[in-house]
Protein backbone atom coordinates (compact mmCIF):
# COMPACT_ATOMS: atom_id res chain seq x y z
CA UNK A 1 0.00 0.00 0.00
CA UNK A 2 1.38 3.43 -1.08
CA UNK A 3 1.67 6.47 1.36
CA UNK A 4 -0.97 7.93 -0.23
CA UNK A 5 -3.72 5.39 0.53
CA UNK A 6 -2.22 4.97 4.43
CA UNK A 7 -2.87 8.78 4.72
CA UNK A 8 -6.80 8.51 3.12
CA UNK A 9 -7.21 5.39 5.71
CA UNK A 10 -5.94 7.61 8.93
CA UNK A 11 -8.11 10.45 7.88
CA UNK A 12 -11.17 7.97 7.29
CA UNK A 13 -10.44 6.36 11.07
CA UNK A 14 -9.76 9.77 12.96
CA UNK A 15 -12.21 11.59 11.60
CA UNK A 16 -15.14 13.24 13.52
CA UNK A 17 -18.18 15.08 11.84
CA UNK A 18 -20.34 17.18 14.12
CA UNK A 19 -23.79 15.94 14.04
CA UNK A 20 -25.40 19.33 12.03
CA UNK A 21 -28.72 17.65 13.40
CA UNK A 22 -28.68 18.44 16.96
CA UNK A 23 -32.34 18.70 18.53
CA UNK A 24 -33.38 16.19 16.17
CA UNK A 25 -35.08 13.21 18.27
CA UNK A 26 -32.35 10.46 17.36
CA UNK A 27 -30.16 10.28 20.30
CA UNK A 28 -27.10 9.24 19.30
CA UNK A 29 -24.52 9.34 22.30
CA UNK A 30 -21.30 7.57 21.01
CA UNK A 31 -18.48 9.72 22.02
CA UNK A 32 -20.46 12.73 23.31
CA UNK A 33 -22.52 14.81 20.41
CA UNK A 34 -19.66 13.40 17.84
CA UNK A 35 -19.97 11.26 15.42
CA UNK A 36 -16.74 9.29 13.90
CA UNK A 37 -17.25 8.17 10.49
CA UNK A 38 -16.15 4.27 10.72
CA UNK A 39 -19.09 2.04 9.69
CA UNK A 40 -19.51 0.57 13.35
CA UNK A 41 -20.17 4.08 15.09
CA UNK A 42 -22.38 5.86 12.30
CA UNK A 43 -24.56 9.22 12.75
CA UNK A 44 -28.23 8.41 12.64
CA UNK A 45 -29.90 11.25 10.29
CA UNK A 46 -33.60 11.41 9.95
CA UNK A 47 -34.02 14.09 7.13
CA UNK A 48 -35.40 12.67 3.19
CA UNK A 49 -32.35 12.16 1.33
CA UNK A 50 -31.76 11.03 -2.44
CA UNK A 51 -28.45 10.42 -4.70
CA UNK A 52 -28.65 10.73 -8.78
CA UNK A 53 -25.01 10.91 -9.30
CA UNK A 54 -22.12 8.61 -8.21
CA UNK A 55 -21.06 8.30 -4.68
CA UNK A 56 -17.89 10.79 -4.40
CA UNK A 57 -20.10 13.34 -6.02
CA UNK A 58 -23.47 12.99 -3.32
CA UNK A 59 -21.19 11.71 -0.04
CA UNK A 60 -23.41 13.99 2.56
CA UNK A 61 -22.06 14.10 6.13
CA UNK A 62 -24.98 14.51 7.65
CA UNK A 63 -26.79 11.90 6.70
CA UNK A 64 -26.12 7.71 7.78
CA UNK A 65 -23.64 6.11 6.49
CA UNK A 66 -25.60 3.24 4.97
CA UNK A 67 -27.66 5.76 3.12
CA UNK A 68 -25.41 7.39 0.97
CA UNK A 69 -26.07 4.03 -1.32
CA UNK A 70 -29.19 2.87 0.19
CA UNK A 71 -31.64 5.12 -0.70
CA UNK A 72 -34.52 5.85 -3.36
CA UNK A 73 -32.16 7.49 -5.83
CA UNK A 74 -35.27 9.69 -6.26
CA UNK A 75 -37.42 7.36 -7.98
CA UNK A 76 -40.76 8.74 -8.50
CA UNK A 77 -44.75 7.01 -9.42
CA UNK A 78 -44.37 8.68 -12.74
CA UNK A 79 -40.79 6.70 -13.47
CA UNK A 80 -41.59 4.21 -16.96
CA UNK A 81 -38.26 2.26 -17.71
CA UNK A 82 -37.35 0.64 -14.12
CA UNK A 83 -39.46 -0.46 -10.68
CA UNK A 84 -37.86 1.84 -7.59
CA UNK A 85 -34.01 0.39 -7.05
CA UNK A 86 -33.40 -2.40 -4.47
CA UNK A 87 -31.77 0.48 -2.09
CA UNK A 88 -34.66 2.26 -0.87
CA UNK A 89 -33.84 1.30 3.09
CA UNK A 90 -33.31 4.45 3.72
CA UNK A 91 -36.05 6.12 2.76
CA UNK A 92 -38.25 3.25 4.11
CA UNK A 93 -37.17 3.44 7.32
CA UNK A 94 -38.15 6.94 7.48
CA UNK A 95 -41.27 6.57 5.92
CA UNK A 96 -40.83 9.04 2.81
CA UNK A 97 -41.05 6.89 -0.12
CA UNK A 98 -44.41 5.52 -1.62
CA UNK A 99 -47.89 7.00 -2.38
CA UNK A 100 -50.51 7.21 0.36
CA UNK A 101 -54.17 8.75 0.12
CA UNK A 102 -53.89 12.73 0.17
CA UNK A 103 -54.44 13.97 3.83
CA UNK A 104 -51.91 11.37 5.29
CA UNK A 105 -48.31 12.86 6.40
CA UNK A 106 -46.16 12.21 3.86
CA UNK A 107 -43.00 11.65 6.68
CA UNK A 108 -44.21 7.93 8.64
CA UNK A 109 -40.38 6.94 10.34
CA UNK A 110 -40.44 3.63 12.22
CA UNK A 111 -39.79 3.16 15.37
CA UNK A 112 -36.82 1.43 14.03
CA UNK A 113 -35.67 4.21 12.43
CA UNK A 114 -34.78 5.77 16.27
CA UNK A 115 -32.65 3.26 17.28
CA UNK A 116 -29.11 4.56 17.99
CA UNK A 117 -27.71 3.15 15.34
CA UNK A 118 -30.43 2.68 12.81
CA UNK A 119 -29.39 0.13 10.50
CA UNK A 120 -26.41 -0.78 12.26
CA UNK A 121 -27.92 -1.61 15.09
CA UNK A 122 -29.75 -4.72 13.54
CA UNK A 123 -27.18 -5.29 10.52
CA UNK A 124 -23.90 -5.28 12.40
CA UNK A 125 -24.46 -6.25 15.96
CA UNK A 126 -21.22 -7.82 17.16
CA UNK A 127 -20.36 -10.63 19.55
CA UNK A 128 -17.32 -11.61 21.45
CA UNK A 129 -14.83 -14.56 21.02
CA UNK A 130 -16.22 -17.97 22.79
CA UNK A 131 -14.57 -20.67 21.76
CA UNK A 132 -12.94 -21.89 18.37
CA UNK A 133 -16.76 -22.74 17.32
CA UNK A 134 -18.04 -19.39 18.47
CA UNK A 135 -15.40 -16.76 17.15
CA UNK A 136 -16.03 -13.97 17.75
CA UNK A 137 -18.63 -11.43 14.81
CA UNK A 138 -17.75 -8.14 13.94
CA UNK A 139 -20.85 -7.84 11.82
CA UNK A 140 -19.52 -7.00 8.73
CA UNK A 141 -21.20 -9.40 6.71
CA UNK A 142 -24.02 -6.93 7.34
CA UNK A 143 -26.34 -10.06 7.57
CA UNK A 144 -28.98 -10.07 10.47
CA UNK A 145 -27.72 -12.88 11.83
CA UNK A 146 -28.91 -12.35 15.34
CA UNK A 147 -31.81 -11.10 17.34
CA UNK A 148 -30.35 -10.11 20.07
CA UNK A 149 -30.80 -6.21 19.39
CA UNK A 150 -33.76 -6.62 19.27
CA UNK A 151 -34.82 -7.86 22.77
CA UNK A 152 -35.09 -5.23 24.43
CA UNK A 153 -38.23 -3.94 22.71
CA UNK A 154 -39.86 -7.32 21.31
CA UNK A 155 -39.40 -9.79 25.01
CA UNK A 156 -36.59 -11.85 23.77
CA UNK A 157 -34.54 -12.20 20.20
CA UNK A 158 -36.59 -15.57 19.80
CA UNK A 159 -40.19 -13.28 20.27
CA UNK A 160 -38.69 -11.03 17.48
CA UNK A 161 -37.26 -13.83 15.15
CA UNK A 162 -41.12 -14.93 15.05
CA UNK A 163 -42.43 -11.36 14.11
CA UNK A 164 -40.54 -11.31 11.56
CA UNK A 165 -41.54 -14.44 10.39
CA UNK A 166 -45.08 -14.00 11.43
CA UNK A 167 -44.55 -10.12 9.36
CA UNK A 168 -42.90 -11.73 6.35
CA UNK A 169 -46.09 -14.04 5.58
CA UNK A 170 -48.30 -11.17 5.59
CA UNK A 171 -46.38 -9.05 3.59
CA UNK A 172 -45.90 -11.76 1.03
CA UNK A 173 -49.47 -12.27 1.01
CA UNK A 174 -50.07 -8.40 0.47
CA UNK A 175 -47.75 -8.43 -2.20
CA UNK A 176 -49.05 -11.85 -4.08
CA UNK A 177 -52.93 -9.59 -3.74
CA UNK A 178 -51.99 -6.55 -5.44
CA UNK A 179 -49.45 -8.37 -7.95
CA UNK A 180 -52.75 -10.70 -8.64
CA UNK A 181 -54.80 -7.70 -9.07
CA UNK A 182 -52.22 -5.76 -11.62
CA UNK A 183 -52.47 -8.94 -13.60
CA UNK A 184 -56.37 -8.97 -13.45
CA UNK A 185 -56.31 -5.29 -14.37
CA UNK A 186 -53.50 -6.45 -17.25
CA UNK A 187 -55.93 -8.69 -18.77
CA UNK A 188 -59.48 -7.62 -18.71
CA UNK A 189 -58.74 -3.58 -18.45
CA UNK A 190 -55.99 -2.61 -20.20
CA UNK A 191 -56.13 -1.16 -23.87
CA UNK A 192 -56.47 -3.65 -26.48
CA UNK A 193 -53.18 -3.14 -27.84
CA UNK A 194 -51.37 -3.57 -24.53
CA UNK A 195 -53.26 -6.89 -23.41
CA UNK A 196 -52.60 -8.33 -26.67
CA UNK A 197 -48.75 -7.17 -26.67
CA UNK A 198 -47.84 -7.48 -23.04
CA UNK A 199 -50.47 -9.79 -21.60
CA UNK A 200 -50.31 -10.07 -17.63
CA UNK A 201 -47.63 -7.83 -18.21
CA UNK A 202 -49.30 -5.01 -19.24
CA UNK A 203 -49.45 -3.06 -15.49
CA UNK A 204 -45.23 -3.45 -15.72
CA UNK A 205 -42.35 -1.30 -16.01
CA UNK A 206 -40.46 -1.23 -19.90
CA UNK A 207 -38.22 -3.38 -18.05
CA UNK A 208 -40.38 -5.46 -15.51
CA UNK A 209 -39.13 -6.04 -12.07
CA UNK A 210 -38.93 -9.50 -10.47
CA UNK A 211 -42.43 -10.56 -10.62
CA UNK A 212 -42.81 -10.35 -13.85
CA UNK A 213 -39.91 -12.27 -15.49
CA UNK A 214 -40.04 -13.44 -18.88
CA UNK A 215 -40.03 -10.44 -21.26
CA UNK A 216 -40.39 -6.67 -21.43
CA UNK A 217 -43.56 -4.66 -20.34
CA UNK A 218 -45.06 -1.45 -22.11
CA UNK A 219 -42.27 1.21 -23.53
CA UNK A 220 -42.80 4.99 -22.20
CA UNK A 221 -44.70 5.50 -25.25
CA UNK A 222 -46.69 2.64 -25.20
CA UNK A 223 -47.16 3.66 -21.34
CA UNK A 224 -48.32 7.26 -21.84
CA UNK A 225 -52.04 9.17 -22.59
CA UNK A 226 -53.25 7.23 -19.70
CA UNK A 227 -53.00 3.59 -21.21
CA UNK A 228 -51.58 3.06 -17.73
CA UNK A 229 -53.45 5.06 -15.64
CA UNK A 230 -52.20 6.62 -12.40
CA UNK A 231 -53.43 4.80 -9.99
CA UNK A 232 -51.50 1.88 -12.01
CA UNK A 233 -48.34 3.32 -11.90
CA UNK A 234 -49.03 4.42 -8.47
CA UNK A 235 -49.86 0.85 -7.41
CA UNK A 236 -47.11 -0.44 -9.07
CA UNK A 237 -44.50 2.07 -7.72
CA UNK A 238 -45.45 1.02 -4.02
CA UNK A 239 -45.73 -2.66 -4.52
CA UNK A 240 -42.04 -2.67 -6.00
CA UNK A 241 -40.74 -0.83 -2.86
CA UNK A 242 -41.67 -3.06 -0.59
CA UNK A 243 -40.65 -5.96 -3.08
CA UNK A 244 -37.14 -4.35 -3.53
CA UNK A 245 -36.74 -3.14 0.35
CA UNK A 246 -35.80 -6.63 1.02
CA UNK A 247 -37.10 -6.56 5.05
CA UNK A 248 -39.95 -8.27 4.29
CA UNK A 249 -41.77 -5.12 6.11
CA UNK A 250 -39.24 -5.10 9.01
CA UNK A 251 -37.75 -1.54 8.33
CA UNK A 252 -41.29 0.11 8.58
CA UNK A 253 -43.75 -2.63 9.17
CA UNK A 254 -47.09 -0.35 9.58
CA UNK A 255 -46.00 1.92 6.59
CA UNK A 256 -45.18 -0.97 4.54
CA UNK A 257 -48.47 -2.69 5.04
CA UNK A 258 -50.33 0.74 4.29
CA UNK A 259 -48.32 1.02 0.89
CA UNK A 260 -49.56 -2.16 0.07
CA UNK A 261 -53.59 -1.86 1.02
CA UNK A 262 -53.62 1.70 -0.94
CA UNK A 263 -52.05 -0.45 -4.10
CA UNK A 264 -54.35 -2.81 -3.53
CA UNK A 265 -57.22 0.40 -3.27
CA UNK A 266 -55.61 2.15 -6.45
CA UNK A 267 -55.77 -1.01 -8.67
CA UNK A 268 -59.39 -1.87 -7.48
CA UNK A 269 -60.50 1.67 -8.06
CA UNK A 270 -59.47 0.73 -11.81
CA UNK A 271 -60.71 -2.81 -11.83
CA UNK A 272 -64.40 -1.63 -10.86
CA UNK A 273 -64.66 0.93 -13.44
C1 LIG B 1 -20.71 2.53 -1.12
C2 LIG B 1 -22.10 2.10 -1.18
C3 LIG B 1 -22.65 1.29 0.00
C4 LIG B 1 -22.61 1.61 1.34
C5 LIG B 1 -21.98 2.84 1.99
C6 LIG B 1 -23.33 0.54 2.02
N1 LIG B 1 -23.78 -0.39 1.12
FE1 LIG B 1 -24.82 -2.07 1.56
N2 LIG B 1 -24.77 -2.62 -0.38
C7 LIG B 1 -24.28 -1.83 -1.41
C8 LIG B 1 -24.51 -2.55 -2.67
C9 LIG B 1 -24.16 -2.02 -4.06
C10 LIG B 1 -25.11 -3.78 -2.34
C11 LIG B 1 -25.57 -4.88 -3.28
C12 LIG B 1 -24.53 -5.92 -3.46
C13 LIG B 1 -25.04 -6.97 -4.42
O1 LIG B 1 -26.22 -6.92 -4.80
O2 LIG B 1 -24.27 -7.85 -4.76
C14 LIG B 1 -25.26 -3.79 -0.89
C15 LIG B 1 -25.83 -4.86 -0.17
C16 LIG B 1 -26.18 -4.78 1.15
C17 LIG B 1 -26.97 -5.78 1.85
C18 LIG B 1 -27.57 -7.02 1.22
C19 LIG B 1 -26.94 -8.28 1.68
C20 LIG B 1 -25.69 -8.63 1.00
O3 LIG B 1 -24.78 -9.13 1.70
O4 LIG B 1 -25.60 -8.49 -0.25
C21 LIG B 1 -27.13 -5.34 3.14
C22 LIG B 1 -27.89 -6.02 4.24
C23 LIG B 1 -26.43 -4.07 3.23
N3 LIG B 1 -25.87 -3.77 2.01
C24 LIG B 1 -26.38 -3.30 4.37
C25 LIG B 1 -25.60 -2.16 4.49
C26 LIG B 1 -25.41 -1.45 5.76
C27 LIG B 1 -26.04 -1.84 7.08
C28 LIG B 1 -24.60 -0.39 5.48
C29 LIG B 1 -24.05 0.64 6.47
C30 LIG B 1 -23.30 0.07 7.59
C31 LIG B 1 -24.28 -0.43 4.05
N4 LIG B 1 -24.89 -1.52 3.51
C32 LIG B 1 -23.51 0.50 3.39
C33 LIG B 1 -23.70 -0.60 -1.30
C34 LIG B 1 -23.41 0.05 -0.13
C1 LIG C 1 -35.00 -3.20 13.13
C2 LIG C 1 -33.84 -3.79 12.54
C3 LIG C 1 -33.39 -3.27 11.19
C4 LIG C 1 -33.02 -1.99 10.85
C5 LIG C 1 -33.03 -0.73 11.73
C6 LIG C 1 -32.62 -2.04 9.47
N1 LIG C 1 -32.74 -3.31 8.98
FE1 LIG C 1 -32.32 -3.92 7.11
N2 LIG C 1 -33.21 -5.71 7.48
C7 LIG C 1 -33.62 -6.15 8.72
C8 LIG C 1 -34.16 -7.48 8.61
C9 LIG C 1 -34.70 -8.32 9.74
C10 LIG C 1 -34.10 -7.82 7.23
C11 LIG C 1 -34.65 -9.11 6.61
C12 LIG C 1 -33.73 -9.95 5.86
C13 LIG C 1 -32.47 -10.29 6.53
O1 LIG C 1 -32.46 -11.18 7.40
O2 LIG C 1 -31.43 -9.70 6.16
C14 LIG C 1 -33.47 -6.69 6.56
C15 LIG C 1 -33.19 -6.63 5.21
C16 LIG C 1 -32.36 -5.68 4.61
C17 LIG C 1 -31.82 -5.72 3.26
C18 LIG C 1 -32.09 -6.80 2.25
C19 LIG C 1 -31.15 -7.93 2.55
C20 LIG C 1 -31.15 -8.98 1.49
O3 LIG C 1 -30.42 -9.96 1.72
O4 LIG C 1 -31.83 -8.83 0.48
C21 LIG C 1 -31.04 -4.62 3.09
C22 LIG C 1 -30.26 -4.25 1.84
C23 LIG C 1 -31.09 -3.86 4.31
N3 LIG C 1 -31.91 -4.53 5.21
C24 LIG C 1 -30.43 -2.67 4.54
C25 LIG C 1 -30.71 -1.83 5.61
C26 LIG C 1 -30.29 -0.45 5.69
C27 LIG C 1 -29.40 0.25 4.68
C28 LIG C 1 -30.82 0.06 6.85
C29 LIG C 1 -30.75 1.48 7.35
C30 LIG C 1 -31.24 2.51 6.43
C31 LIG C 1 -31.53 -1.03 7.50
N4 LIG C 1 -31.45 -2.14 6.71
C32 LIG C 1 -32.15 -0.94 8.76
C33 LIG C 1 -33.53 -5.44 9.90
C34 LIG C 1 -33.23 -4.09 9.99
C1 LIG D 1 -36.48 0.53 20.30
C2 LIG D 1 -37.38 -0.59 20.34
C3 LIG D 1 -37.29 -1.62 19.21
C4 LIG D 1 -36.21 -2.38 18.84
C5 LIG D 1 -34.80 -2.40 19.43
C6 LIG D 1 -36.68 -3.23 17.77
N1 LIG D 1 -38.00 -2.99 17.50
FE1 LIG D 1 -39.17 -3.96 16.17
N2 LIG D 1 -40.74 -2.74 16.60
C7 LIG D 1 -40.73 -1.76 17.59
C8 LIG D 1 -42.03 -1.10 17.60
C9 LIG D 1 -42.47 0.02 18.56
C10 LIG D 1 -42.80 -1.71 16.58
C11 LIG D 1 -44.23 -1.35 16.14
C12 LIG D 1 -44.21 -0.68 14.77
C13 LIG D 1 -43.69 0.74 14.78
O1 LIG D 1 -43.87 1.47 15.77
O2 LIG D 1 -43.08 1.17 13.76
C14 LIG D 1 -41.97 -2.75 16.00
C15 LIG D 1 -42.38 -3.60 15.01
C16 LIG D 1 -41.68 -4.72 14.58
C17 LIG D 1 -42.21 -5.75 13.70
C18 LIG D 1 -43.59 -5.83 13.13
C19 LIG D 1 -44.51 -6.64 14.00
C20 LIG D 1 -45.15 -5.82 15.06
O3 LIG D 1 -45.19 -6.28 16.21
O4 LIG D 1 -45.63 -4.72 14.76
C21 LIG D 1 -41.19 -6.63 13.48
C22 LIG D 1 -41.25 -7.88 12.66
C23 LIG D 1 -40.04 -6.14 14.23
N3 LIG D 1 -40.37 -5.00 14.89
C24 LIG D 1 -38.82 -6.77 14.23
C25 LIG D 1 -37.69 -6.28 14.92
C26 LIG D 1 -36.39 -6.91 14.83
C27 LIG D 1 -36.06 -8.13 14.00
C28 LIG D 1 -35.57 -6.17 15.61
C29 LIG D 1 -34.07 -6.37 15.85
C30 LIG D 1 -33.22 -6.74 14.72
C31 LIG D 1 -36.35 -5.10 16.21
N4 LIG D 1 -37.64 -5.21 15.75
C32 LIG D 1 -35.88 -4.17 17.11
C33 LIG D 1 -39.69 -1.46 18.43
C34 LIG D 1 -38.41 -2.01 18.36
Redesign the pocket.
Known sequence: MGDVELEAVAVLVNGVVTNTLAGITVTNTQLGLLYTNQIPNPLSSMQPFATSGSYSTNYNAAINICAQCHNDRGALPTDTSFPPHNSSQYNMLLGVVGVLPSGEPTNQ???????EKQCV???M?TSSYVSPAQPANSGHTFQ?D?????????GS?AD??N??????FDINNQIQTVNAALNEWATTKAPPALKTKYGTRAWEYSNPGSLSPGGPGPTAAEQSSNAVPANIMQARFNLYLVVNDGSL??H????CLDLLEYADELVEAELSQ
Open positions: PATHAFLTCHQVSYAACATCHAAQLVAFLAGVNPLY
